[in-house]
């Protein structure tokens, strides 16, 4: 290259690499305005907030997405000053080399200090908002949830109330005047999972071993979707997460009706026999027969449920014949076998479930 298309080259090249700076920020600037308007259309939207503790995280987030916005702007600033100030013009055609200017104190401790002041105040509020939820003082009024991850779907139980569900999570709402957060422990009984629903609460890992806490305070009632973020095998993304947040009377009638005894409809008494002769007991529970597995979903309230398999599909007639018939249709990789019954079986199991309420 000759030094004149070498040097029309470098300018080329720098102002591309600016206006790709600039691009860049501006599109991320858009992101956020759009996000807002985004809002209502994903459901598992990181800027929507609706509980306490993801509003503080949401703070900070935007708090430290000022700083380094700031910080961004600064150095971009400086740089594009630079590169178009100093750039190469045809005009001057001097080559000897600039002046060498070594160590300057004042300009070595600007750049060192105000860094570590910046990183200083990062780390201080971040850590306060980490303690603020970590030691939040849990009311009386708390509701307790035992979250147990399993591959590919959850476990709740309540303690206090005696109920065991899966996949989909009912809490109440929580107001000022009647606060009602809920606690979450979390366990695994298998692999590590994250318990993650971004509208209501950070993300949060289920180690096996290991008990975690979180806890959420939802102040809009609805349907709020999460995810299982911590890859745990083959069907990590079908491992989705409900979670009904329910005024105090949705929920009151939610309770009363997960603590009737499991229907013993005498018209389906051939399809609980096929339910408790095949494996399906040594895996599921359904309160008031003798299976008490606990290696998938309880099936006590089955028709309760909005969805089967952790969210892949709604629970219907159809989808749950599917289902029985061949698990990995809906959930390839799911652990629960291909039960091998033939039509007859299928339509009086699927007769049976359909009473769970
Ligand atoms: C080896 C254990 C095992 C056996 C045997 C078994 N299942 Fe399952 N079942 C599971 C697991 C695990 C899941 C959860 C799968 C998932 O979502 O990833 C499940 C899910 C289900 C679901 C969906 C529940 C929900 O709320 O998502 C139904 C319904 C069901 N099984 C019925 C049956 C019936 C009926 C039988 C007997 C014909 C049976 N299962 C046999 C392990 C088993
Ligand atoms: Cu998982």
């Avoid at 708390?142 to 109330?161: C, G, N, S």
């Avoid at 609460?201 to 290991?210: C, E, R, S």
């Amino acid at each position: 290259m000759s030094q004149q298309m070498q040097r029309r080259y470098l300018k080329n090249s720098a102002i591309r690499r600016a206006l790709w700076g600039i691009g860049i920020f501006l599109a991320s600037v858009q992101g956020c305005v759009a996000a807002d308007s985004a809002r209502a259309l994903s459901p598992i939207n990181i800027f929507s907030r609706s509980s306490t503790p993801v509003m503080e995280i949401d703070h900070l987030a935007l708090f430290v997405f000022a700083i380094t916005g700031a910080v961004f702007v600064v150095v971009a600033g400086l740089l594009s000053f630079v590169i178009v100030r100093y750039r190469a013009r045809k005009t001057d055609d001097d080559t000897s080399e600039p002046p060498q200017i070594y160590g300057s104190t004042q300009i070595e401790l600007a750049w060192t200090v105000i860094p570590v002041l910046i990183v200083v105040v990062l780390f201080l509020s971040t850590a306060r908002v980490i303690f603020a939820i970590q030691d939040a003082p849990k009311p009386p009024s708390a509701l307790d949830v035992t979250v147990i991850a399993h591959q590919f779907w959850w476990e709740f139980r309540y303690p206090e109330l005696g109920i065991v569900t899966a996949n989909e999570l009912h809490v109440p709402l929580s107001d000022s005047k009647h606060p009602k957060p809920t606690y979450l422990k979390l366990m695994s009984a298998d692999v590590d999972h994250s318990f993650w629903v971004p509208q209501l609460a950070g993300k949060t890992d289920l180690i096996p071993n290991h008990v975690n806490e979180t806890w959420i305070d939802p102040l809009r009632p609805g349907l709020y979707l999460g995810q299982c973020a911590q890859f745990c095998g083959m069907q990590h993304a079908k491992m989705l997460l409900r979670v009904y947040v329910d005024t105090p009377e949705q929920f009151a009638a939610w309770v009363k009706d997960q603590r009737r005894p499991g229907d013993k409809d005498p018209q389906t008494a051939v399809g609980r026999h096929v339910f408790e002769t095949q494996a399906c007991m040594n895996c599921h529970t359904v309160a008031g027969t003798a299976a008490t597995g606990r290696f998938g979903p309880d099936l006590t309230h089955l028709m309760s449920r909005s969805t089967i398999a952790s969210g892949a599909v709604p629970n219907n007639p159809q989808n749950l014949r599917e289902w029985l018939k061949e698990p990995d249709h809906f959930k390839q990789g799911s652990l629960m076998p291909a039960m091998q019954l033939n039509d007859q079986q299928l339509d009086e199991m699927v007769a049976y479930l359909s009473t769970l309420h």
